[in-house]
């Protein structure tokens, strides 16, 4: 069984139709002991970075997030639990869970800092994803599978050796970052098509070693 | 390094009472299908995303549309918009729920703007976008850009220019905005790229260029020269004249970045 985390960060039965769509059983909870005993977790969210932190703290969610990571279960983030799981966020100048060492930035800083201009922000729709390291969820995609992005932060660990995968924007930013049994993408497998289904298959199956 | 973000084509579905049609200038609909097996026959055949028009008359009605949405949601896993006599955020609420990933207000928004502010807050800007129906009526003091918004199919003239209120609508929360020209409308003669170019070239958020679509050469042009970042459809591909494979390749062939795997 699969646990979505549900901590009021926008729709999350996206994620639990793609999930059925492909024959995985799950749930949609912030049931702390349903969460503990699952045997895999994923971490949505659409949203603000600040209001997202107070939900899981008011709810005892980080703590669940924390456990089940530190538990060796296999663990996928999206989009917005995605940059909860690095230190801070610049949206709101939030704190976060501290799983990853590093911080979430804006594009428009960076874009500003680069003289980057024309690149509208969000950034919305289908971009590449350029592997930096053949990972499990990540096998079986075709070269130029494409995936949907909507963000305007993006997730910068201190350590570039859990950037598991680059997205070009202006600049190459970490698309799918991770470690161990944690794997994390800025983009929505849910929202994917075929190729997002594979990974969200491809992690359903995943035995971290 | 360049941004590799693909141009997004996204066909739409005018849906009144449950079928899908398509209006020639919003008049003489004629009725086509289930929304929800064309919704899956262009998530197969390589839409980015999809847009449904609910233009159902009657309040009272609605709810069917909510249902479509809802089996769309089980159906298709990429993103989908839903427009169409959105008033309230209760609206926005219930389309969201059923599974939207987006939702779109367009009259409702030029006559109570909070409304885009207060969806923005409630669900995030990247859910709202701001559909805007345009004419061209000539540069005036009122209407300096030469470009006015219409409401009711294009009946309505409300005395607001089209550049102003896209980019009051950006600072309010808009997360995306979904230009029709109702002189194009209908017209199978191109998009307007004269009007497309001068709002996506000042808003910082993404704009999808709607109205006269009728060959794929028009979907080239309203994405370069008028810079649009998505292109909407509807007869072209609606009536089997070309396929969303055969516009990606030529717009390939052209040098259009577009998705080519799906």
Same mark, same amino acid.
């Given at each position: 069984?699969?646990?979505?985390i549900?901590y ?33 977790i994923?971490f949505?969210g659409?949203?603000?970075a600040g209001?997202a932190m107070q939900s899981l703290i008011?709810?005892g969610l980080d703590d669940a997030i924390r456990r089940a990571v530190d538990s060796?279960?296999?663990v996928?983030g999206?989009?917005l639990g995605t940059q909860i799981i690095l230190q801070k966020s610049r949206e709101n100048q939030a704190k976060c869970l501290g799983i990853i060492d590093g911080s979430v930035r ?47 932060y993006y997730p910068l660990p201190d350590n570039?050796?859990q950037v ?10 970490p698309?799918?970052i991770g470690m161990n049994n944690l794997v994390a ?25 | ?26 008049? =003489? ?5 289930? /929304?929800?097996?064309? @919704? ?5 055949? !390589?839409?980015?995303? &999809? +847009? ?53 207000? =367009? ?5 109570? /703007?909070?409304?885009? @502010? ?5 669900? !995030?800007?990247?859910? &709202? +976008? ?76 993404? +704009? ?55």
């Amino acid at each position: 069984m699969i646990a979505i985390i549900d901590y009021d960060a926008g729709n999350l039965t996206s994620v639990s139709r793609a999930l059925f769509h492909i024959n995985v059983e799950n749930v949609i909870t912030n049931d702390i002991k349903l969460i503990d005993s699952a045997q895999r977790i994923i971490f949505p969210g659409v949203g603000a970075a600040g209001s997202a932190m107070q939900s899981l703290i008011r709810l005892g969610l980080d703590d669940a997030i924390r456990r089940a990571v530190d538990s060796g279960k296999p663990v996928l983030g999206i989009c917005l639990g995605t940059q909860i799981i690095l230190q801070k966020s610049r949206e709101n100048q939030a704190k976060c869970l501290g799983i990853i060492d590093g911080s979430v930035r804006a594009f428009s800083e960076i874009f500003a800092s680069k003289k980057i201009k024309g690149l509208k922000i969000p950034h919305m729709g289908w971009n590449r994803i350029d592997l930096k390291t053949d990972h499990p969820v990540f096998s079986g995609l075709k070269k130029n599978d494409e995936f949907y992005f909507v963000h305007g932060y993006y997730p910068l660990p201190d350590n570039l050796s859990q950037v598991i995968a680059t997205t070009d924007y202006g600049i190459a930013f970490p698309s799918v970052i991770g470690m161990n049994n944690l794997v994390a993408t800025q983009f929505h497998p849910e929202k994917s098509g075929n190729s997002g289904l594979t990974i969200l298959k491809n992690f359903s199956k995943w035995a971290p070693c | 390094m360049g941004a590799m973000l693909s141009k997004r084509i996204i066909p739409c579905l005018d849906v009144r009472e449950g079928r899908t049609t398509k209006g020639i200038k919003f008049k =003489n609909n004629v009725n086509i299908g289930d /929304p929800v097996e064309m @919704a899956l026959m262009y998530y197969e055949a !390589g839409a980015d995303e &999809i +847009v449904f028009y609910d233009i159902t008359a009657s309040h009272e009605k609605r709810d069917i549309m909510i249902d479509v949405v809802r089996k769309v949601a089980e159906t298709i896993f990429i993103p989908f918009s839903v427009g169409g006599g959105i008033r309230t955020l209760d609206d926005m609420r219930d389309v969201l729920l059923a599974g939207a990933e987006k939702v779109s207000v =367009n009259s409702a928004a030029v006559k109570n /703007p909070d409304i885009i @502010a207060q969806g923005a807050a409630a669900f !995030g800007n990247q859910c &709202i +976008v701001l559909g805007m129906d345009v004419k061209h009526v000539g540069k005036s003091e009122k209407i300096p850009s030469g470009y006015e918004i219409v409401i009711n199919g294009g009946r309505k003239y409300m005395g607001m220019d089209a550049l102003a209120w896209a980019l009051k609508a950006q600072a309010l929360g808009a997360g995306e905005i979904c230009l029709n020209s109702i002189d194009a409308d209908g017209t199978k003669d191109g998009y307007e790229l004269t009007l497309t170019e001068l709002i996506s070239s000042r808003v910082d958020i993404p +704009v999808i260029a709607s109205g006269g679509a009728g060959h794929p050469v028009h979907l080239r042009d309203v994405l370069k020269q008028g810079k649009a970042d998505a292109a909407l459809i509807a007869s072209m591909v609606h009536y089997g004249t070309y396929t969303i494979s055969d516009i990606k390749s030529y717009l390939d062939n052209e040098g259009v970045n577009v998705r080519s795997t799906w």
